[in-house]
């Protein structure tokens, strides 16, 4: 079973920049989360779908975070503009369903520096 | 956010057994509690998770205390490969929320 696919693995962008994250699930997961991770912190939820609605943006800095779940599978996270404290890695994961005791599956994550 | 306490850090020797604890106080009665884990430059793991009773797997087992206030990821030998930070977790309303975590060293 192929897990959930990142893309860029790498990213060096200049503060006030745009960047944009990809994500593609685990076929048939229903669910999709997007975290931020800083160096030597546990991940932080941003996002999280159900299908392509949200269910928790609570953690989102809107004002130049978004992220969209096209037709229920792939997903992009994008930051706009960006600013030295976004450095981190963006981790994206799945699971099958929304219910309690699913287990998440994560991808490895894009690592996104900002100069 | 769910809130669990874990030790920051915590060394084992290798073919040890290891305890790592974890409080979650506030756990209410559908949440389940889930273990994972990160090695360096990778996404995280699972590991485990359980409701009300212990739980085996392949690759550790849960400990799950009488009143769910807390519980213990053991794993039976500690590896190399099991050095990595471990995050214990309530899955409260269908998301999952990561604390700080364990370091493990192993120790050769």
């Known amino acids: 079973e192929a897990g959930v696919a990142q893309s860029p693995r790498y990213k060096i962008i200049e503060k006030r920049q745009s960047v944009a994250f990809w994500c593609n699930p685990i076929?048939?997961?229903?669910?999709l989360y997007w975290y931020q991770q800083i160096l030597g912190q546990g991940p932080k939820l941003l996002i999280q779908f159900q299908n392509n609605g949200v269910v928790d943006d609570s953690q989102l800095p809107k004002d130049r975070f978004s992220a969209e779940r096209l037709k229920g599978v792939d997903s992009t996270l994008k930051i706009q503009p960006a600013k030295l404290e976004d450095s981190a890695v963006y981790l994206c994961a799945s699971s099958l369903s929304d219910g309690l005791g699913t287990e998440a599956f994560f991808g490895q994550g894009t690592r996104l520096t900002v100069v | 956010d769910a809130k669990t306490t874990q030790p920051n850090s915590m060394e084992s020797n290798e073919e040890e057994p290891v305890h790592l604890p974890c409080n979650h106080s506030?756990?209410?009665?559908?949440?389940?509690i889930h273990w994972y884990r990160q090695l360096p430059s990778q996404g995280p793991e699972y590991v485990i998770h359980g409701l009300t009773s212990n739980v085996n797997n392949r690759m550790a087992s849960l400990a799950i205390a009488e009143d769910r206030k807390s519980s213990t990821l053991i794993l039976h030998r500690a590896t190399l490969r099991d050095a990595a930070v471990y995050y214990c977790?309530?899955?409260?309303?269908?998301?999952?929320?990561f604390g700080t975590g364990t370091s493990l060293t192993v120790i050769p």
């Open positions: 506030t756990i209410s009665g559908t949440d389940y």
């Open positions: 977790m309530m899955n409260t309303g269908n998301q999952f929320y």
């Open positions: 076929s048939g997961h229903a669910t």
